[in-house]
């Protein structure tokens, strides 16, 4: 069974924010605690609701609301803390960071690896996979809205011609 582009485009934007979301997941609960964990597990789910409730109910607005969210776990997650303290760490710059005790040079984090330099490149790189991963999944999630709702601006001006 083949599907159109739009689908794919669609099942692209939800395996890279899904990744997204699994790597944070990760990120986080190896940093601080299993505590956080129901929270990043609901944030992984979220746009799995929306684009079924979005199939069920079929309004276009769902569509936007999905983007929304996915621009939303891209901006807290994927630049302010992957981009904006584990790549720039990465690039040997000053990192900007929001969560007390990442500006160390080694992060205190609940869980550890066989080797403390071992942890810290596997919280670094995690990080900065969420940022890699979500910047896929915002141009899917781009590419989504353009397909949906910039077709829709060209048959209306098509018509209207």
């Not at 940093?31 to 964990?37: A, K, Q, S, T, Y």
């Not at 984090?109 to 919280?123: C, D, H, N, Q, R």
Request: net charge neutral.
């Amino acid at each position: 069974m083949t599907h159109p582009p739009l689908y794919r485009t669609v099942q692209h934007s939800l395996i890279a924010i899904t990744i997204t979301g699994i790597l944070t997941t990760i990120h986080h609960v190896y940093r601080l605690g299993l505590e956080v964990l129901p929270m990043f597990a609901l944030i992984t789910a979220l746009p799995f609701a929306v684009l079924w409730l979005h199939q069920k109910l079929n309004q276009r607005w769902m569509l936007w609301l999905y983007a929304a969210l996915n621009t939303l776990i891209f901006v807290a997650f994927g630049f302010m803390d992957g981009f904006l303290d584990h790549v720039i760490k990465a690039l040997g710059l000053q990192n900007i960071t929001f969560l007390e005790g990442s500006d160390a040079e080694v992060v205190e984090t609940v869980f550890s690896l066989w080797s403390p330099e071992a942890g810290y490149i596997f919280y670094e790189w995690t990080g900065i996979a969420t940022f890699v991963v979500s910047v896929v999944a915002m141009v899917y999630t781009a590419r989504m809205l353009y397909g949906v709702f910039g077709q829709r601006a060209r048959t209306s001006a098509q018509t209207a011609s």
